[in-house]
Every structure is written in structure tokens, then in C-alpha cells.
Nanobody, 126 residues
């Protein structure tokens, strides 16, 4: 059974950096893709970044150029390096895994993902 456990969330000042982690086990690395989502209070979960099985990545427009998704292949950890953080980045961040490719859907559709972690809170103060 795939398990995803996030950590590293914290409170930081605007302009600062933070790296959050997702320990993925139970066959998670054989999934078609692993992604980071975030959720603001009262809002739908939105895609932040995705890493595909072939190593390619993609980002939402709101974080492109500031966030970097990567993995440690030895330790089976998915990272999200967040730089130049802004108050509007404050959210609960979730790691998610998708089993199969769906060519008619974009990567940031939360309903397409099969497994989720419990989330880690990131708060950015101005």
C-alpha cells in the first residue's frame, strides 16, 4: 500500500525559503506521477508541482521560477524547495501519487490522484 508522509512545514517571513518533504513508500515511486498540491482555507486543493516517472516536471504558473520539485532516489523522498515565499503561499501542502496516465486530463486535477498524505502547514508572514 502506497504511503505518503509529509513534513517540514513551518512559519517563515516573506521572501524566505523552505523545503518540505514527502517520504514515499509502498511502491509510490512506480506511480505514473508524484505531485504537490496545496489547499487554502475554504478553497479547493490546487496543483503546485508534479514529477513524472520519466523525471520530467511541471509547475503551476503561480510558483514557476520560485519552487522546485525534486527527489532523493536513495532515500525515496520527494521534496518541494520553495524560494521567495509570499503570504499568498500560506496553505496546507499535500503530497499525492497518481497510478496511471490520463491523456485527457491535466496534471493538476486533484480527482485524478489515488493516494494522499496528511499534509504539512506552511505559513508565510509579511
Amino acid at each position: 500500500q502506497v504511503q505518503l508522509v509529509e513534513s517540514g512545514g513551518d512559519s517563515v517571513q516573506a521572501g524566505g525559503s523552505l523545503r518540505i518533504s514527502c517520504v514515499a513508500s509502498g511502491g509510490a515511486w512506480a506511480m505514473y506521477s508524484l505531485a504537490w498540491f496545496r489547499q487554502f482555507p475554504g478553497k479547493e486543493r490546487e496543483g503546485v508541482a508534479v514529477r513524472y516517472l520519466d523525471g520530467s516536471v511541471d509547475y503551476s504558473d503561480s510558483v514557476r521560477g520560485r519552487f522546485t520539485i525534486s527527489k532523493d532516489a536513495v532515500k525515496n523522498i520527494l521534496f518541494l524547495q520553495m524560494n521567495d515565499l509570499r503570504p499568498e503561499d500560506s496553505a496546507m501542502y499535500y503530497c499525492a501519487a497518481k497510478r496511471r496516465r490520463n491523456p485527457v486530463m491535466t496534471w493538476d486535477r486533484k480527482d485524478e490522484y489515488d493516494y494522499w498524505g496528511q499534509g504539512t502547514q506552511v505559513t508565510v508572514s509579511s
